[in-house]
Structures are given as structure tokens and as C-alpha cells.
T-cell receptor, first 118, second 112 residues
Framework: SAVISQKPSRDICQRGTSLTIQCQVD?????MFWYRQQPGQSLTLIAT?????????ESGFVIDKFPISRPNLTFSTLTVSNMSPEDSSIYLC???????????????FGSGTRLTVV | GENVEQHPSTLSVQEGDSAVIKCTYS??????FPWYKQELGKGPQLIID?????GEKKDQRIAVTLNKTAKHFSLHITETQPEDSAVYFC???????????FGTGTKLQVIP
């Protein structure tokens, strides 16, 4: 499976500021996914990022709040903008590692970014 | 959209016993069902998956079964060990670069 490096691993931020989370993959992947996991909860998809096109956002998530970049096949960023304490969560990057074949090989996750907004 | 329900939310077993976690899904088009283990402070780790053309899959102490007619699938862990203690998530997807919908998670505690 692909190996994902996610940075930062954790951060404490002031409300009203923004944080950019980076996701680097050691293989070229078609799709990258950003998830949010609130404390003690399941994973909720924020958006899907395809290289060369705008990200597709799930209901309840908007580009102004969570802008995403996908400049190439191995890298993506998620920005959490104008943060409030409600944004305190773990943010996770995931990839659909296909190894060049159009079938699922399994979804791999980064270790996550634990964000606390004060 | 897809909806995945998972039970139980918490499960305590004695070391050496078996643990079973059950999930149901709503979208009959789903054809890929992964299971993830998440340890404290870490991202989910894929432990086993099953595709819709298979009814059962085993990997050492872990097995997954799938009943497409009933739209449910289960994770079976035999001979549980303390290091199996974690939160387990089931998930479903239609595959082909499509998103994965997660269940609500099961916190498994293996008591030594």
C-alpha cells in the first residue's frame, strides 16, 4: 500500500486563524480524500481531490472554509480557515491506492492532524 | 447515499475469546467492504477487506463474511489478544475511486 506523510501531526491554534495541513504520498495516486474525525466519532468525508481539477465537497462542507489544493499526483493540502473551537478535530488524508489498476487495493490513511482551536 | 450501521458500539471480551462486529449497509451498488483498526492517536489502518464476489475471507485470526442479499457483513476476531484492543470501523464503497462511507465504530477491549 501507499505510505502517507501528514503534517503537522498536531497543532493548537487561535480562533479566527487558518491552518494548512499537508499530505504527501510516496506513490502517484488518482484520488485523495480528506476526512474529519471529531472526538470519539466516526470519519466524515470533507472532500475528494483529483489532480488538475477542483475538489468535490460533501454536503455541509464548503470551499471557503476548507480550501483544498492538489497540484500533482503525490501531494495535497487542506486548509481550515477562520477556525472556531468547533473545528477541533482530527483531520485525515486518505488515498485510493490503485497501483495503476482501476480496482481498489484498499484505502490508506495518514496518521492524522490533531487540531485544537482555543 | 450510502448508510452504514455498526454494532455493538463497545465490546469487552476476555483474552482468548472471539469477538464479532456486525455492519449493515443500504446501497445495493456497494461492492467493496474494508475494515479498519484505529489505535489511540493514530490513523485508521486497513486490516482486511472483502469484495462482493466473495462470501468470506480469512487472514490468520481475522475473518470477514459478507451476505449481499441481506446487506450485512461481519468481522470475526478469534483468540483475541490485548493488542487487539482498539476502535474498529467497517466501511462500504462502490469502488472505482468512489468515497468510502464508514460505520460508527466499535471500541473493542480485550481483558487480559
Amino acid at each position: 500500500s501507499a505510505v502517507i506523510s501528514q503534517k503537522p501531526s498536531r497543532d493548537i491554534c487561535q480562533r479566527g486563524t487558518s491552518l494548512t495541513i499537508q499530505c504527501q504520498v510516496d506513490s502517484q495516486v488518482t484520488m485523495m480524500f480528506w476526512y474529519r474525525q471529531q472526538p470519539g466519532q466516526s470519519l466524515t468525508l470533507i472532500a475528494t481531490a483529483n489532480q488538475g481539477s477542483e475538489a468535490t465537497y460533501e454536503s455541509g462542507f464548503v470551499i471557503d472554509k476548507f480550501p483544498i489544493s492538489r497540484p500533482n499526483l503525490t501531494f495535497s493540502t487542506l486548509t481550515v480557515s477562520n477556525m472556531s473551537p468547533e473545528d477541533s478535530s482530527i483531520y485525515l488524508c486518505s488515498v485510493d491506492w490503485t497501483g495503476g489498476v482501476s480496482t481498489n487495493y484498499g484505502y490508506t490513511f495518514g496518521s492524522g492532524t490533531r487540531l485544537t482551536v482555543v | 447515499g450510502e448508510n452504514v450501521e455498526q454494532h455493538p458500539s463497545t465490546l469487552s471480551v476476555q483474552e482468548g475469546d472471539s469477538a464479532v462486529i456486525k455492519c449493515t449497509y443500504s446501497d445495493s451498488a456497494s461492492n467493496y467492504f474494508p475494515w479498519y483498526k484505529q489505535e489511540l492517536g493514530k490513523g485508521p489502518q486497513l486490516i482486511i477487506d472483502i469484495r462482493s464476489n466473495v462470501g468470506e475471507k480469512k487472514d490468520q485470526r481475522i475473518a470477514v463474511t459478507l451476505n449481499k442479499t441481506a446487506k450485512h457483513f461481519s468481522l470475526h476476531i478469534t483468540e483475541t489478544q490485548p493488542e487487539d484492543s482498539a476502535v474498529y470501523f467497517c466501511a462500504a464503497s462502490t469502488g472505482g475511486y468512489q468515497k468510502v462511507t464508514f460505520g460508527t465504530g466499535t471500541k473493542l477491549q480485550v481483558i487480559p
